[in-house]
């Protein structure tokens, strides 16, 4: 998004989209329940984002990277994960034995929101070099791995029934690790990649 559209509007836009996805997701989803227990966390965090605004205010990017992100989860609650369509095109393309749209959002989850992150540890914790991109990457491992327990406990309290959807593992006993190290490859990335796209001063 150009720097030059003042931040406001930027904001603005970006509330705007993300309430027109929600409520896609939210017209005759696959499953309701489903879609109800995966926006939970939907609720949490953009009310956490819109409660911390003041004290906290990220970059207009860190934003859009937030907004992407969550436009990828929505996504995956209208179908739930293990069947959404383009997960199966995917499937079908190159010949892969699941639908692997859940394993997308979660390397998403790590190439995305490592740079908030990153830009939340740099202004609040005034981190710096090598020290900073090492917390950030510990940070979304930690999260990672957060929320592979919240997952399990919320589907175990919440719905036991639908703990095979929300889960989404496929059967694949090692689908949370494979989850937790995907997210931690897409922050090594994203951090990796974050010199070489980063604006450079004139």
Known sequence: ?????PVQRQLRLI????????????IAP???SDWLLENLLVFFYAAL????????????????????????HLYGSHYTYAETPLGYWAKDALG?????????????FGLLLVCPLRELLQRRAALAGRWLEILSLSVVMAMSAFYEQLEMLAALVL???LGAAFLGTQGDEWDAQKDAGLAMLGA??????????APRPR
Do not use: K
């Open 96 to 108: 892969l034995a699941r639908n692997h749209y859940d394993r997308l959002v979660h390397f998403a």
């Open 49 to 72: 984002l819109a409660a911390t605004y003041r004290r906290f205010a990220f970059s207009p990017g860190a934003y859009w990277l937030f907004a992407l992100f969550m436009a990828l």
């Open 159 to 161: 719905s036991p029934e």
């Open 188 to 197: 090594f990335l994203a951090l990796l990649l974050r010199p070489l796209l």
């Open 30 to 32: 696959l499953s309701r």
């Open 1 to 5: 998004m150009s720097p030059s559209i």
């Open 15 to 26: 509330v705007v989209l993300l309430l027109l996805v929600w409520l896609w997701a939210a």
